[in-house]
């Protein structure tokens, strides 16, 4: 973990899920992590491998690849998905249909232990229980992890959903030197 800048900067553990389904999603995944990094409150400490995964809601478009990281941040939730969504619009995110096509998709899974309802941010991210390609990569990195609000760990989590069988481990996929 990164030292504060100062002796009132707290720095807090979050995870992020991170979709792409448009162009090159490998890329677009990788290009996201790396502007990520270059925040000077973001420092990422490591990443699940990458999954294929069907869409949802929308089922009339390409498969996804999925990913989860775990950062580090001086960030407070508001800013966190602030710089998110300037990742996103760089790399050419345009909002139109919900669940549809996407060049990148960058999601605050969970923010520390906290539980947070902003006009911006809600964490845990309020569906994630629900979504192999969610809790499938966050249980590769952090099994033991449990969830605000939830006596299961990541894994059994991740063990008990009925489309577990449909995320499929296509890659590495290693966070870029925050340094």
């Known amino acids: 973990m990164s030292t504060p800048e100062s002796p009132f900067e707290e720095w807090v553990t979050a995870y992020l899920g991170l979709g792409a389904n448009v162009g090159d999603p490998q890329k677009s995944l990788s290009q996201a992590l790396r502007e990520l990094a270059k925040h000077p409150k973001i420092q990422l400490i490591q990443a699940s491998s990458l999954y294929r995964t069907a869409p949802v809601g929308v089922l009339d478009q390409p498969d996804f690849l999925n990913a989860v990281v775990q950062i580090e941040t001086a960030l407070d939730p508001d800013a ?8 996103e619009k760089k790399l050419g995110r345009v909002r139109t249909k919900r669940w549809g ?6 999601d605050v899974l969970l923010y520390g232990a906290r539980q947070i309802e902003t006009p911006l941010i809600t964490a845990p991210h309020p569906r994630m229980h629900e979504r192999a390609f969610v809790m499938t990569p966050l249980a590769e990195i952090a ?10 760990s990541a894994v059994q989590i991740a063990s008990e959903l009925p489309d577990k069988k449909s995320v499929k481990i296509v890659g590495t996929f290693a966070a870029p030197n925050s340094s």
């Open 80 to 87: 966190l998905m602030t710089a998110m969504l300037g990742v």
């Open 101 to 106: 096509p996407r060049v990148i998709d960058i």
């Open 143 to 152: 099994p033991d992890l449990r969830i605000p609000g939830d006596t299961k």
